[in-house]
């Protein structure tokens, strides 16, 4: 009986130890390989970060401190209004020009929006401006301007005449920061 009872008992036990211990423990590994997979894919992911950090980190490196001062200064990361009304001032001045009736309005949303949603990284400020000039400074005024390190879109112009060669000319420019 003895010889019978124990190869039951044994096999008993293995099921057992199989399903009480074996079988859950072997899960636990499972779920542990797949989270290691994970880490590690995520490890290797921040390792090729790292790489691309440190790339556009020399690369940003070997830039002059003249070119990074252009840079700001073509798209600045906040609005210099100021700054933007000095620079055009001295501009003007080059032609015997002087700025009048300075104003400085936030761009319309519907013009933020013809190019895509309000999630941009640039915002845009409208300066608007009056000088008085005789046709031909104006025009170098107005070549200045566009050849200038600072984004400006010219978006209004309107004229008068004046008595002489002189005429008053009404400018409106849009120009650009990061957010």
Same mark, same amino acid.
């Given at each position: ?53 440190? %790339?556009?980190?020399?690369? &940003?490196?070997? #830039?002059? *401190?003249?070119?990074? +001062?252009?840079?700001?200064? !073509? ?54 401006? %009056?000088?008085?000039?005789? &046709?031909?400074? #104006?025009? *170098?005024?107005?070549? +200045?301007?566009?050849?200038? !390190? ?30």
């Amino acid at each position: 009986m003895i010889r019978l009872a124990t190869p039951i008992i044994l096999v008993i036990v293995a099921f057992g130890l199989f399903f009480g211990y074996i079988d859950p423990t072997y899960k636990q590994i499972r779920e542990l390989r797949a989270k290691e997979k994970t880490y590690d894919e995520a490890l290797n992911q921040s390792r090729e970060l790292q790489k691309v950090r440190d %790339s556009l980190l020399s690369r &940003y490196n070997t #830039f002059s *401190k003249q070119d990074l +001062d252009r840079l700001k200064k !073509l798209l600045p990361d906040h609005v210099d209004n100021v700054r933007l009304i000095l620079d055009i001032d001295s501009i003007a001045s080059k032609y015997n020009m002087r700025t009048r009736n300075v104003t400085i309005s936030k761009a319309s949303s519907e013009d933020a929006n013809v190019i895509g949603s309000n999630q941009s990284e640039v915002d845009s400020v409208v300066l608007s401006f %009056s000088v008085t000039a005789t &046709y031909d400074n #104006f025009i *170098k005024f107005i070549k +200045d301007l566009e050849s200038s !390190l600072r984004i400006v879109d010219l978006v209004g112009l309107s004229f008068s005449a004046t008595e002489g060669e002189a005429f008053n000319f009404n400018i409106s420019i849009k120009t650009y920061w990061l957010k």
